[in-house]
């Protein structure tokens, strides 16, 4: 409420001139580390944002008691492995991950088949080490999966069975 002119107010309770400040100049990306362009950036060794991809942990974890582990294979390892890979197959599809994605992975990589071939089975063991541990590891395992591979089925994969890698 705005106080009349004939009383007298004190030199501290005057309004004071607020202080404008000057419009920014335009910015330009010039820093090392700076986006040139509208996108994420992409490639190996980015990983693949989504959408709640931490809930993948969990649908893994679930899926463990089911897992086939051979000699040489470490179940937190492959835990992680396959929530990961489960992940980015469903930030490729830009949707957070189901359950589907982590069998995708499991069955990707024969974990759900009591009886692997040996060579998938050694193929594993050497992709899995120590995923739980290094993230180079967690990249290097994601990052092998093909994008072709990805859009596939769960069913349909299983019957790859290990034929997609490269």
């Keep these: 409420m705005t106080q009349p002119s004939f009383v007298p107010i004190s030199e501290a309770d005057q309004v004071r001139p607020a202080l404008s400040l000057e419009v920014p100049a335009a910015w330009r990306p010039g820093r090392p580390a700076d986006h040139r362009g509208p996108g994420q950036p992409s490639g190996r060794g980015f990983g693949t944002p989504g959408p709640d991809q931490g809930y993948a942990m969990a649908l893994a974890h679930r899926l463990e008691p089911r897992l086939v582990l051979q000699a040489g294979e470490v179940a937190e390892d492959v835990v992680l492995g396959l929530a990961l890979i489960g992940s980015r197959r469903a930030a490729r599809f830009g949707r957070a991950p189901c359950a589907h994605d982590v069998r995708f992975a499991a069955n990707l990589w024969g974990f759900l088949d009591p009886a692997p071939p040996v060579d998938l089975v050694a193929d594993r063991v050497a992709a899995f080490r120590g995923v739980a541990h290094d993230y ?31």
């Design 136 to 166: 180079a590891v967690q990249r290097a395992l994601v990052d092998r999966v093909p994008d072709a591979v990805l859009g596939r089925t769960p069913e349909a994969v299983a019957e790859l069975l290990g034929a997609w890698r490269p």
